[in-house]
């Protein structure tokens, strides 16, 4: 079906018209012979103008000046068999009201078989403007499409994209072809031009248990259109499961609606995109291309409601072992791509995980990728034909973990206690010599199977990638398993990490994955004892420094340095799969000759790995990176795949939504941006370069500013200020202010008023506090040494303090004005 309304004559009535003169008023102007009416915001930013000469269209939507619509405007209609009707014809009676508001009435179209009528509110609330559209179907109905309404934009470039309500964004450049349809199971946008910083967001508000849809589309004029969508029920697709069609506007299957109203209600909003999403002061970092990138590639991954993952929503693609997306969500900030995550690992649980606890590794639209008789065609998620990738199992289990500690939401958590453990369980099994080391399906490279993310090159039996993300997912479940209250489940995962930790070190000769000989971790060993993958893989040696598996000073100089060595012997701006080329027997073809695809090409997608690894060893090494993509972006997009190793260009149509991961890990290992489930966390890792760094960040509701410099951090709530020169957590509830030494959870301080006062901390080899009240404080630290002796201080004396047997320390201040106490945290001499 073309992206076409062809306007049929509608139901022949009598045409009533009553118009009621209002006073004189710049907000609400209804021209009574024009038969126009001009609504404009308080603030001047948003303008509207609703023609009902010939039927009913917003004609004009002007945006800070700028008219953003097509001749054809915003209207109403539906599409029913090959017939399609709007509200362009057949406007019956317009009344005006005095109180900024504006209905009109007797809006009708459609045929003998189905007749709609309608009538359109504009209320003006503020600087915003109110549409509520109510409809009523005189009969049931089965519709092809629906315009509920359809906005028409002047064209692609009239906005760079939109960001939607579940967290996701539509990207106007790939809309490239007439028809060319993206459709998803959400109604609400903001619409942004990055060179005006022009904004306009639409929020809908449903009624009656109504769903709501919408398609991003490019009609055959050139146009951008977005139409919304209500029904009953939600849309099924009509092209198998894809969300983005090429050259098909009917991206959304027929649906049902039933006689009776339905009504739509339409906040719409001007923005200051600059303002409304700044990154902050970044010194240092090109904090435009940080917002741009975010805001397009970083989302990409948002394929729908429930489906969040690479590769994103152009090709339908999302691969499950992934293991970066809550990250995505930490340096996004976004409530909404929050809550779609939730529900994406939901999903997961619920229609991608098998009885034995195996996690399928892909979600598509349509079959043709899988390993036979594994595509499920309701769902979309399937075994991918390369392999069992096995480390679909850990992606699994350290998003979830990542997750929760941004929603700090224990029941949540709690709902995946059982799908976890099985997750990890599966894996756990999978160790059938019991040397720690836990097996791939496949055993050798004569099978020609993958068993990760690396899908053409034959990894397999025991490879050193899975089973590092192994460790880390180990690691994070069992302390969601203390959180829980299962000790002994934590103690178990904790003591499998440990285990594993010492035999992935071992050197090749002894069994584990370090190559004496080259300074490096080898990616996998046969079951018939042969080594593979010894030409410097990146992710491999990058997951064994970044999750803590090597911790040995020695190894994570020789691997580190010799990375940035070969870096920057070929000027790369980001590094490659491999430095060195696979064997020609343990890839597929396709990666032949070096370099080639995974053989030597540079994939940016495990680039927050790097960062990680290179944070702790050399801040400016991981910054230069950094730096580099960000500049990247800036030429490109990021628009690619991968980039070529000997031009550095970008390949590849397929996107990436991982390709921004170098960007989250600034905000991670870079800043120090690490929420914990029950308080807000900073760790940061700053070189000069970067003092002077400040912007807001807002966790579970609460906004706090964040100012950094190379050992000052400071962290500013609403009754609070906190400064370190060291790690920290905070915590503020109530009158209750808690700070975690370290971000650790075995070692806090805890700081009780009497009301809310507020409170400035600054954390050095000391702790002092100051309170601008008369309040009294009460002070408890725990995770002390047992029986230590402390001293303590204010404006008027010194007092001796010991810890209990437990190692918590407490005492009560009288405050006055300006009282200030120091406590030393050591013992007294």
């Not at 096995?390 to 929603?407: A, K, P, R």
């Not at 030494?741 to 806090?748: G, S, V």
Request: aromatic content about 12%.
């Amino acid at each position: 079906m073309k992206n076409k309304f062809i306007i049929f004559a509608a139901i022949s009535s009598i045409l009533l018209c009553s118009y009621y003169q209002v006073k004189a008023n710049d907000f609400v102007i209804n021209d009574a012979e024009s038969k126009k009416i001009t609504i404009t915001t308080p603030d001047k930013k948003l303008s509207l103008i609703i023609d009902y000469a010939k039927g009913c269209v917003v004609s004009k939507l002007i945006v800070n000046g700028k008219q953003t619509l097509s001749s054809a405007g915003v209207f109403s209609g539906m599409s029913k068999g090959l017939k399609t009707f709007t509200s362009a014809k057949g406007a019956r009676k317009a009344i005006v009201s005095q109180n900024n508001q504006v209905t009109i009435h007797g809006i009708s179209y459609g045929d003998k078989e189905l007749e709609i009528t309608e009538s359109w509110t504009f209320t003006l609330k503020g600087n915003a403007v109110i549409w509520d559209i109510t409809r009523e179907y005189n009969q049931d109905a089965i519709l092809e499409d629906n315009a509920f309404p359809r906005w028409n934009f002047s064209n692609l470039s009239e906005w760079k994209g939109g960001i939607l309500d579940n967290g996701g964004m539509v990207w106007c450049k790939y809309l490239k072809n007439t028809n060319d349809t993206y459709g998803v199971h959400t109604g609400g946008v903001t619409f942004w031009n990055a060179d005006t910083g022009n904004g306009l967001r639409i929020s809908p508000t449903i009624y009656e248990g109504n769903k709501i849809a919408s398609k991003f589309s490019q009609n055959e004029n050139g146009n951008f259109t977005f139409s919304q969508i209500v029904s009953k029920d939600d849309l099924k697709q009509r092209h198998n499961l894809s969300r983005f069609v090429n050259g098909k506007f009917d991206v959304f299957a027929p649906f049902k609606v039933k006689k009776g109203r339905v009504k739509l209600s339409l906040k719409l909003d001007y923005v200051d995109y600059f303002k409304a999403y700044s990154r902050g002061n970044l010194p240092g970092i090109d904090a435009v291309s940080v917002r741009e990138l975010l805001n397009t590639t970083g989302r990409y991954g948002v394929v729908d409601n429930n489906i969040i993952g690479g590769n994103g929503w152009l090709t339908n693609w999302k691969c499950l072992h992934e293991p970066f997306f809550a990250q995505t969500g930490m340096a996004l900030n976004d409530v909404n791509y929050e809550k779609n995550m939730s529900s994406t690992l939901d999903q997961e649980r619920d229609l991608a995980m098998l009885e034995d606890g195996r996690v399928l590794s892909r979600w598509h639209n349509a079959p043709g990728d899988e390993i036979k008789g594994t595509y499920n065609l309701e769902t979309g998620y399937y075994e991918a034909m390369w392999g069992i990738t096995v480390d679909s199992q850990t992606g699994y289990v350290i998003n979830t973990s990542e997750q929760f500690d941004l929603t700090g939401d224990v029941n949540w958590l709690k709902s995946h206690k059982l799908s976890v453990e099985k997750a990890l369980d599966w894996l756990i099994k999978r160790d059938a010599n019991n040397n720690g080391l836990f097996e791939m399906m496949n055993n050798n490279i004569s099978e020609k199977k993958a068993s990760d993310w690396l899908d053409i090159v034959w990894a397999s039996y025991e490879n050193a990638f899975v089973n590092a993300q192994m460790y880390e997912a180990l690691n994070l479940w069992s302390n969601c398993e203390r959180i829980l209250g299962d000790e002994q489940k934590a103690i178990a995962y904790s003591k499998i990490a440990d285990r594993l930790k010492v035999a992935f070190n071992k050197s090749t000769k002894d069994g584990g994955f370090w190559s004496e000989e080259r300074k490096q971790y080898i990616y996998w060993r046969d079951n018939d004892g042969s080594i593979h993958g010894n030409n410097l893989v990146t992710p491999v040696n990058f997951a064994a420094i970044a999750f803590g598996l090597c911790d040995d000073k020695t190894r994570i100089a020789q691997v580190l340095d010799q990375i940035e060595q070969r870096s920057k012997a070929e000027n790369l701006f980001h590094w490659p799969l491999c430095f060195d080329s696979f064997e020609k027997a343990e890839l597929s073809e396709r990666n032949w000759p070096f370099p080639k695809y995974e053989n030597g090409d540079i994939f940016p997608t495990w680039g927050y790995m790097g960062i990680r690894a290179y944070a702790k060893y050399n801040k400016s090494i991981a910054l230069k990176y950094i730096q580099n993509l960000l500049a990247q972006y800036k030429k490109d997009g990021l628009s690619s795949q991968r980039y070529s190793r000997t031009t550095q260009l970008g390949l590849g149509d397929d996107i990436l939504a991982g390709i921004s991961t170098s960007i989250t890990a600034l905000y991670r290992d870079i800043y120090g941006i690490r929420p914990k489930w029950n308080r807000m966390g900073l760790e940061p890792n700053l070189t000069p370069l970067l003092n002077g760094t400040s912007f807001p960040y807002t966790l579970r509701g609460k906004t706090y500013q964040i100012n950094l410099k190379v050992d000052n951090y400071a962290l500013t709530g609403k009754n609070f200020s906190v400064i370190s020169g060291a790690a920290f957590g905070v915590n503020e509830k109530e009158n209750l202010l808690q700070y975690f030494f370290d971000n650790q959870e075995n070692k806090l301080l805890e700081v009780n008023t009497t009301s809310n006062s507020f409170t400035k901390m600054i954390v050095k080899k000391v702790v002092s506090a100051e309170n601008n009240s008369k309040n009294s404080y009460s002070i408890l630290v725990k995770g002390l040494k047992a029986n230590a002796v402390y001293t303590l201080k204010d404006s008027s004396k010194t007092q001796v303090l010991k810890s209990d047997k437990s190692g918590t320390l407490s005492f009560k201040i009288s405050g006055d004005a300006t009282s200030k106490y120091v406590l030393r945290i050591g013992k007294a001499s």
